[in-house]
């Protein structure tokens, strides 16, 4: 099994995207970075687990799930890195490939000495976008395959048949 573990605010400060979000509200761009990974989790199939770093909030460390994703908030005075590397040493085996996600220069040192590979944060965001165009592809051929009916009906009909396959009132 593949597993891709993001060091979230890293990929923020580094996608112009997500750094224009951050400058209005860090949550958005945490919320835009998790939509992201859920869909390169859907396409690639990899396990995604997004660390964001609450080194300067006080309390315990908190997980959850979102879309299938695990979602980690370090505790109070871990960094994203500690917590990253500590997973990595979890995580790692001989069935599984670890991916580290960051543009950390020590960090992809650190995770390179414990056997964990690498991904820069401009890799993972062409890897985005190669995925995002094939997604557009695939939707684009599927528009063209759409099949014919036999029975020749009226456009109005035929949007209310849509509405009811996609279960909208």
Do not use: C
Not at 9 to 29: F, H, P, T, V
Request: net charge negative; glycine share 4%; hydrophobic share 40%.
């Amino acid at each position: 099994m593949d597993i891709l573990v993001v060091d979230g605010y890293n990929i923020i400060g580094a996608w112009d995207e997500l750094k224009r979000l951050k400058e209005q509200d860090m949550g958005q761009a945490r919320d835009r970075l998790v939509d992201f990974m859920a869909e390169y989790q859907a396409y690639t199939g990899k396990r995604v687990i997004v660390i964001f770093d609450a080194y300067f909030v006080p309390g315990k460390a908190s997980k959850y799930d979102k879309y299938n994703l695990e979602i980690i908030f370090t505790k109070e005075k871990e960094t994203a890195d500690e917590r990253i590397e500590r997973l990595v040493k979890e995580l790692m085996n001989v069935r599984t490939k670890v991916y580290v996600a960051t543009s950390d220069l020590a960090e992809q040192r650190t995770i390179f000495g414990s056997g964990a590979f690498r991904v820069s944060a401009r890799e993972l965001l062409i890897e985005m976008q190669d995925i995002e165009s094939d997604i557009a592809a695939n939707l684009a051929e599927q528009q063209k395959v759409k099949p014919s009916s036999k029975i020749e009906l009226d456009a109005r009909v035929l949007e209310q048949f849509e509405k009811w396959r996609r279960g909208v009132k």
